[in-house]
């Protein structure tokens, strides 16, 4: 397998020399879902480079925003039904807390290894987590919180989707999830670390 | 009442030694509450405290008839909602009008300051806001010169200088009827965080980092004296007790090394060492992990700081700053939540046989206390800093 | 594109500097001091209302 210069220069950041390789693959004749495809590696790594502390914020916001523009170049030229995804995941910050950017990171990442992401935004209430879940058939359940004042709307929000018997896996995430949050909570998995979403959705996606 | 007048000044020497790095009688006791758990304590609802002046006054009081604490921020939550009201801010949402009525406000955060806007910004900052920021985030202001706005902004400001003058009359008589002492007098922030927190948003300063980078130092040098003149003025010439900074966006990992010593980092030196010309002392309230900037920190000129641990490594803190620098922290705000009393009671004593016994420390919470912190923990707390903490 | 600036340079603590007002006023019959002094004052309280919205 040779070398995925599209990939490698996602994961180094190069605005210009993203925008440049999508356009040329393009007129190549790629097709938008290999391109895509090339994207979604480089971004793989970009999570990585985050988790072992070598990439920060920074970057990964700049890399979102790569990743924007080389996808609104892309989106309009998919043919109806040809964008394929790995699943569908819904994920939202629980009622109570308003706290969005570690959220919109693991919504990047996951969205970047080819997962449907449903976005319910922040302040998200047990009953709409259960009501999207089900309308989506999604079976993983992510949930964000940094609040330690949010611990009780999130317990709420895990029993909900937990008894609502639609059989969906749960994830909580924040930085504030440690073994004592996850015996309170009853979720099925929990993480502080953005880029074990998608890990975890290998897992449950894996196994579906 | 001298008795309280005495407790006071007993309280204030413990905090001024501590600060100085000095041993006072006892470790001093520093709890910085949220609003909201000034409010669960007292009996009132959110939406009572958020909305009605007195009630946010007296919620204070509530508390310090239940807790025997040595100071306080001031009156329970920071914000008046009917202020917010008045002028139709965008940007925050309350309980009882558009949230539940138990719930805590919430702010949206958004690019409130377009990339465009940079150019007026550093020209002439306060002309900015008024003519641009301020139409834009006060839906009441949106067409200026019209009657709407005319109102909002006469009501906008009456409201604010009745709010100043009754903070100032609520932590006057907390001294004078418990003899609590303020924990902070002033505020102010990072040039940073002035423009990410309200202006910029985080996604929009972290892209203005590599798409703008010279117009982000140039507002950042534009700020340094606004934000050292309005510590100053929020503090009314106050130099015995520490100007809050509560320090958001340069923790890690939100920037690499070299952009935080470019863009977070100078300019903040900048303000501090400012403020400490004047004699002013700074609570560098370290939100999160710090860790990797300790050194840098070190700089700063010693005392200037009181250094608070959230989730830095207490240990490297202590090594690194302990003393230079007071520091203060770091009970978790998870223990204060799901422990039991006597688990918050182990860790105070734990906390303060290994960092405290030099003097130069004051016990607190990691993080702001939320109404989640169970109100028998807080006294464990409390009785652990009387016990455990004599020198 | 910029829009046209009432004031450069303003220093912190400034909403209308008393060098534009004095102008306006012409000859002041009495104190000038306190005139000044008081119009500080009460512009340093709009100076303060302004930024409040901002360093929250
Ligand atoms: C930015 C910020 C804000 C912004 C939020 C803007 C926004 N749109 O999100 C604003 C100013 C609005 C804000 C408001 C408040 N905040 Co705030 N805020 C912060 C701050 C400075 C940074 C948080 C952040 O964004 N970090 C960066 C992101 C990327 O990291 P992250 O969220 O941790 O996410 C990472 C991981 O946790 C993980 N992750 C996150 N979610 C998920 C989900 C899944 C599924 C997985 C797998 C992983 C995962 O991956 C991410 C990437 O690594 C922190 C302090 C700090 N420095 O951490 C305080 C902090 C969180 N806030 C705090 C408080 C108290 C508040 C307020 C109540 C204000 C107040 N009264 O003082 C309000 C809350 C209002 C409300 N109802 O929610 C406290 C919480 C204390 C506590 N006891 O819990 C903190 C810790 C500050 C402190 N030390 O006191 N805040």
Request: aromatic share 10%; proline share 4%; net charge negative.
């Amino acid at each position: 397998m040779g070398r995925d210069e599209l990939a490698e220069a996602i994961a180094g950041l190069d605005q210009g020399r993203v925008l440049a390789l999508v356009e040329e693959r393009l007129q190549g004749g790629s097709k938008p879902m290999e391109i895509i495809g090339s994207l979604q590696a480089g971004m793989a790594r970009v999570g990585d480079l985050f988790e072992k502390g070598e990439f920060f914020l920074s970057e990964l916001i700049l890399c979102g925003e790569i990743m924007k523009e080389s996808m609104a170049v892309l989106e309009p030229r998919l043919a109806e039904g040809e964008r394929e995804y790995r699943g569908t995941v819904v994920i939202g910050t629980v009622k109570g807390d308003i706290h969005d950017l570690g959220k919109n990171i693991v919504v990047m990442l996951l969205k970047g290894a080819g997962y449907d992401v449903v976005d319910l935004g922040v302040d998200v209430a047990p009953e709409k987590f259960v009501e999207t879940a089900r309308e989506t058939k999604s079976p993983l359940v992510a949930m964000s919180m940094l609040l330690t004042s949010a611990m009780g709307t999130m317990k709420e929000c895990v029993r909900a989707v937990k008894e609502s018997g639609l059989g969906a896996k749960v994830l909580i995430g924040g930085p504030i999830i440690d073994d004592k949050v996850m015996e309170f909570s009853g979720a099925d998995y929990g993480s502080a670390i953005a880029s074990d979403a998608t890990k975890i959705a290998a897992q449950v996606f894996g196994a579906a | 009442m001298a008795d309280m007048e005495k407790l006071a000044e007993e309280r204030k020497k413990r905090y001024l030694a501590a600060m100085n790095l000095e041993k006072p009688d006892r470790v001093p006791i520093r709890l910085n509450f949220s609003g909201e758990f000034i409010t669960k304590v007292s009996g009132y609802s959110f939406q009572e405290t958020y909305y009605d002046w007195e009630k946010n006054v007296d919620a204070t009081r509530k508390m310090l008839d239940r807790l025997d604490l040595e100071m306080v921020v001031g009156a329970a939550n920071l914000w008046w909602a009917t202020l917010h009201d008045a002028v139709g801010a965008k940007y925050l949402r309350f309980a009882g009008r558009d949230l539940d009525e138990e719930t805590m406000f919430q702010y949206v955060e958004e690019p409130y300051m377009l990339p465009e806007d940079y150019d007026d910004f550093i020209a002439n900052p306060t002309e900015w806001i008024a003519t641009t920021y301020l139409p834009r985030i006060h839906t009441d202001l949106a067409e200026p010169g019209s009657y709407r706005a005319s109102a909002a902004l006469i009501k906008g400001a009456f409201g604010l200088a009745q709010q100043f003058a009754a903070g100032g009359e609520a932590t006057a008589s907390y001294l004078r009827d418990y003899g609590v002492i303020p924990s902070i007098v002033g505020i102010s922030k990072a040039p940073f965080d002035t423009l990410a927190d309200t202006l910029r948003g985080l996604s929009g300063i972290m892209l203005d980092l590599y798409q703008r980078p010279e117009k982000v130092k140039e507002a950042l040098e534009v700020l340094v004296p606004h934000n050292i003149f309005y510590g100053m003025a929020t503090a009314q010439g106050d130099t015995d007790f520490p100007l809050f900074m509560p320090l958001h966006r340069g923790a890690y990992p939100f920037m690499k090394m070299e952009q935080w010593e470019q863009f977070y980092w100078p300019t903040l030196k900048q303000v501090i060492e400012g403020l400490w010309s004047y004699g002013k002392r700074t609570m560098f309230y370290a939100e999160n992990i710090w860790t990797p900037y300790l050194e840098k920190i070190a700089e700063l000129p010693e005392k200037s700081i009181i250094f608070h641990v959230d989730q830095t490594d207490m240990d490297k803190a202590f090594e690194v700053l302990g003393g230079r620098f007071c520091l203060s922290g770091n009970v978790p705000n998870s223990l204060l939540a799901f422990g039991t009393a006597e688990e918050v009671k182990d860790y105070v004593k734990r906390l303060l046989d290994k960092y405290a016994r030099d003097g130069g420390f004051i016990l607190d919470a990691g993080a702001v206390i939320l109404d989640d912190a169970k109100e028998e923990n807080i006294r464990a707390l409390i009785e652990a800093g009387i016990e455990y903490g004599v020198y | 594109m910029s829009r046209e600036l009432t004031f450069k340079n303003m220093p912190p603590g400034v909403c209308v500097p008393w060098e534009a007002k004095e102008k306006e006023l012409g000859e002041i019959k009495g104190d000038a001091g306190l005139i000044r002094e008081q119009w500080e004052k009460l512009d340093l309280f709009g100076y303060l209302y302004l930024w409040n919205w901002v360093q929250r």
